[in-house]
């Protein structure tokens, strides 16, 4: 066990725990947070994405101890006043269907959006071809992106 302190979802935590713990099952079974999802479990589908410090991250893989002094944002921590723009651009588009990849997809948008205010298609498809959909609405994401950005939304609120 090891100390770990980080800021989750703009507040300060410290905590004591296995530093080898993938960020996933300390986030869903340590702290109750089950937004991020499980899926593959080798960072290759992108359903357990969550950003550490505004860069997106694979919590399947990556040992809590990874975390120590950053700042993490779930989906539970992206509209800390209510839905984010991101949020109501999904529900406004409709996208989910099955909804599992949705935190993943919704996180990995912010990123983008932060780092790019107004991409163009070809850059949210080459962006967001990293979070897989099994139920294939990457055109709904497409244009909840676009909503989100004509709203100049991405940073967690």
């Not at 296995?18 to 589908?45: H, I, N, Q």
């Not at 700042?71 to 996208?95: K, M, N």
């Amino acid at each position: 066990m090891r100390k770990i302190s980080f800021i989750l979802n703009g507040k300060s935590m410290k905590t004591s725990v296995d530093p080898e713990m993938p960020l996933l099952w300390f986030l869903r079974d340590v702290l109750g947070l089950t937004g991020t999802k499980y899926s593959c479990g080798v960072a290759e589908c992108g359903a357990c994405t969550v950003l550490l410090d505004g860069e997106e991250i694979r919590s399947c893989v990556t040992p809590v101890a990874d975390i120590e002094g950053g700042s993490l944002t779930t989906i539970e921590g992206l509209g800390r006043d209510g839905l984010h723009p991101l949020q109501e651009a999904w529900i406004a588009e409709e996208v989910p269907q099955c909804g599992y990849c949705q935190s993943g997809q919704i996180l990995a948008a912010s990123a983008l959006l932060a780092k790019n205010p107004r991409p163009t298609d070809e850059e949210i498809t080459e962006h967001m071809s990293a979070i897989l959909c099994r139920c294939g609405t990457y055109q709904r994401i497409r244009r909840a992106i676009h909503r989100a950005a004509e709203h100049g939304e991405g940073e967690p609120s």
